[in-house]
């Protein structure tokens, strides 16, 4: 049992926008960034979001967001190479160590 | 350009012991935090472990604790992960990564190596 809950699959067509979700608690997302991460074929994953910042080399299609204890990752202008699996991190206080979601998987039709 | 090349898995029996290593490039390896992240076979990612920049502060997954460590030598680069008492649930890609910053208490992590495979099988 994932301390974030993902969305377990979410699809979208070419060039639409789609958004996906990470929701946690006070102890996680309601205190502290959030980062997503893009794993291809269960390949390395790729981080696309640290926090409101976008790494070096990636697309500016992507961004992210948080309200309350959930955070938002936001793909506009869905691209076929942005079929996934995506995953959300932050830190847990109540833990004391990161902690990831469950990952979503994202097809794009 | 980053690079982390992680080393040293491989099968191991239940209960025996197992170092990690993953040697880096690319970047000034004593301004960053360090991390092990692992997947399981089919399973999402979990993080394991974090260190600071000068390793005097480590954390550590409920799942390892008392039973993994973590070390690095910034004097070649070097990150470890020393895993004793393994059991059939520590099997997976274990992945080294590093923190955007110099303190093991980020939320995220930046860049990623490729993976080395553990498991733990009799």
């Known amino acids: 049992q994932s301390a974030l809950t993902q969305e377990a699959s979410v699809s979208g067509t070419v060039g639409q926008k789609v958004t996906l979700s990470c929701a946690g608690s006070?102890?996680?997302?309601?205190?502290?960034?959030v980062g997503w991460y893009q794993q291809i074929s269960h390949g390395r994953p790729k981080t696309v979001m640290l926090?409101?910042s976008l790494p070096s080399g990636i697309p500016d299609r992507f961004s992210a967001s948080k309200s309350g204890t959930t955070a938002y990752l936001t793909i506009s202008g869905l691209q076929p190479e942005d079929e996934a699996d995506y995953y959300c991190?932050?830190?847990?206080?109540?833990?004391?160590?990161?902690?990831f979601g469950g990952g979503t998987k994202l097809t794009v039709l | 350009e980053v690079q982390l090349v992680e080393s040293g898995g491989g099968v191991v029996r239940p209960g025996g012991s197992r170092r990690l290593s993953c040697a880096t490039s690319?970047?000034?390896?004593?301004?960053?935090?360090m991390s092990w992240v692992r997947q399981g076979p089919g399973k999402g990612l979990e993080w394991v472990s974090g260190?600071?920049?000068?390793?005097?502060?480590?954390g550590y997954a409920d799942a390892v604790k008392g039973r993994f460590t973590v070390s690095r030598d910034n004097a070649k680069n070097l990150l470890y992960l020393q895993m004793n008492s393994l059991r059939a649930e520590d099997s997976a890609l274990y992945y080294c990564?590093?923190?955007?910053?110099?303190?093991?208490?980020?939320?995220?992590?930046?860049?990623w190596g490729r993976g080395t495979l553990v498991i733990v099988s009799s």
């Open positions: 690319g970047f000034n390896f004593d301004d960053h935090a």
């Open positions: 260190i600071n920049w000068n390793g005097d502060s480590t």
């Open positions: 991190s932050t830190w847990d206080f109540r833990v004391s160590g990161v902690v």
């Open positions: 990564a590093t923190y955007p910053g110099s303190s093991a208490g980020a939320e995220y992590v930046q860049d």
């Open positions: 926090g409101n």
């Open positions: 006070r102890n996680n997302i309601g205190s502290y960034d």
